[in-house]
């Protein structure tokens, strides 16, 4: 075959193309194999005790029996596909439920909508009895307030002791930190205070022994500067405590306008992240604080505005393939009824519904917030009470398990005949969607909505799952 084109010259073309390869898969690792939580629980620092995750599995689980009894209830307030079909009658209700529990499989195919909502229900359930956090933030900033310096001080000393009882008595949650407050001139110096007294009394307490997964939170980051004096202080305490190198993790919070564009017109994202030198593990998007730097009014600083999608979208874009994960925001809203019961009393039939009402708006909005973050990407958020974690778990649970058969079957299509081009009922799917559907099956599983199971049944192993690259997977099948 003729060619134009010299060895030397075809040599040093790809020696050209190796170097910027090089430097790509540099800069983009891929996204962590690690595992991340689905949230983080962010709680006062004067609250904080070791026993914080089980107390808040409690009142979530008695939440859960409060205003939502049985499966049906709970999936016709939170709208859960073809919900309304489910029975309210308590004997047709009693009868669906034995059945399921016999035989769920069978139940699957001819009522659907059951299967999915006794099965969210039910690991609903499990899950805030055997993990009910999964991250938790000990807070400094906006759940803490601003109080005298002394009083704060004995709140650091207080927290730290408590988390080491925590390590000792194997209690805490999985991921846990703490949030520090801004480095903005106003709270800079209370910031470095707080986390030094936190850091040394854990030292102390634990000879220097860390819990697993701890990170402390930056908010309200504006410049990179303020992420690297952060990071020397973190090297700084690290070494003069004993902590082991590189322990100290952090993660950024993106609530302001200037730390998504800046006033060049740049990208502040990346330079954020890059000023932090290895060190940040996660950026964390924070809706209202957002919303309110944008000049958005009270009313309607929501969740899903699209100044809010418009950051989402950026900070995923910015972030993508380099290892560092992301977190949408809370909902403000919380399920908490406006009657309480007096002492030795009990609230009258009207003011149940009351509440009930309440409860279930709460829920329905913490809901839909959830899914509209799982539709834009986002597997992580921040819970505020202990009510929403009940909604949290539904959510995962509902998003994955209410698309699985129709990704299996897509799936399954698409590796019988080595990626290429299928038809599976009217979904076409291409090479390009082999990714996605793959993606889908690693976040169910690593929110604990997908079994291994349920991967398995789709003809894919789990060696070929945890490789995370379709592209190798067909690769592999074809001997390409």
Excluded at 86 to 97: A, I, M, V
Excluded at 125 to 149: C, S, W
Excluded at 233 to 242: K, V
């Amino acid at each position: 075959m003729k060619l134009t084109l010299t060895h030397d010259e075809m040599s040093a073309y790809c020696a050209e193309l190796h170097d910027a390869n090089a430097v790509f898969k540099s800069d983009y690792p891929a996204d962590s194999f690690e595992r991340q939580p689905v949230h983080t629980v962010y709680g006062g620092a004067n609250l904080f005790k070791a026993g914080f995750a089980p107390k808040l599995g409690e009142v979530a689980l008695k939440t859960l029996e409060t205003y939502a009894p049985s499966f049906s209830v709970f999936a016709k307030v939170l709208g859960l596909p073809r919900a309304e079909m489910l029975p309210s009658n308590p004997f047709e209700l009693g009868s669906l439920t034995r059945a399921l529990e016999a035989n769920p499989e069978q139940v699957r195919e001819t009522k659907p909508a059951a299967w999915l909502a006794f099965t969210v229900y039910n690991r609903v359930v499990k899950k805030l009895q055997a993990e009910p956090i999964e991250d938790n933030r000990i807070d400094f900033e906006d759940g803490y307030g601003n109080r005298p310096d002394a009083e704060e001080d004995a709140h650091a000393v207080a927290a730290a002791d408590e988390v080491a009882k925590g390590m000792a008595d194997n209690v805490l949650s999985p991921f846990i930190g703490i949030r520090v407050k801004t480095f903005s001139d106003e709270c800079k110096v209370r910031s470095i205070r707080t986390l030094d007294i936190f850091l040394t009394r854990l030292a102390e307490k634990t000879g220097s022994k860390l819990p697993k997964n701890f990170i402390v939170t930056l908010p309200k980051v504006t410049i990179p500067t303020q992420v690297s004096t952060f990071v020397k202080i973190l090297e700084n305490l690290e070494t003069r405590l004993g902590f082991a190198k590189d322990s100290l993790k952090m993660e950024i919070m993106i609530e302001t306008t200037q730390s998504i564009i800046n006033h060049k017109g740049e990208n502040t994202v990346p330079l954020l992240v890059a000023a932090a030198g290895g060190r940040c593990r996660s950026a964390i998007f924070g809706t209202y604080d957002y919303t309110a730097s944008c000049n958005i009014t009270a009313a309607h600083q929501t969740h899903t505005h699209p100044a809010c999608d418009f950051a989402r979208h950026v900070l995923q874009v910015s972030l993508a393939g380099t290892g560092i994960t992301i977190s949408d925001g809370a909902t403000t809203i919380m399920p908490i009824g406006p009657h309480k019961a007096p002492k030795d009393g009990v609230l009258s039939a009207q003011q149940m519904d009351e509440n009930r009402s309440v409860v279930h708006g709460a829920w329905k909005l913490h809901y839909d917030n959830i899914m509209h973050s799982l539709r834009h990407g986002y597997y992580q958020g921040w819970d505020l009470n202990p009510g929403q974690l009940p909604v949290r778990y539904a959510a995962m649970d509902a998003f994955f398990l209410s698309g699985l058969q129709d990704a299996s079957a897509r799936l399954n299509a698409f590796l019988n005949k080595a990626a290429q081009a299928t038809l599976v009922g009217n979904t076409f799917d291409d090479a390009a969607t082999g990714q996605g559907l793959l993606n889908f099956f690693l976040r169910g599983m690593a929110c604990g909505a997908i079994t291994e199971q349920e991967v398995l049944a789709t003809g894919i192993t789990l060696d070929e799952l945890r490789s995370r690259s379709f592209v190798r997977i067909v690769s592999n099948r074809t001997g390409k």
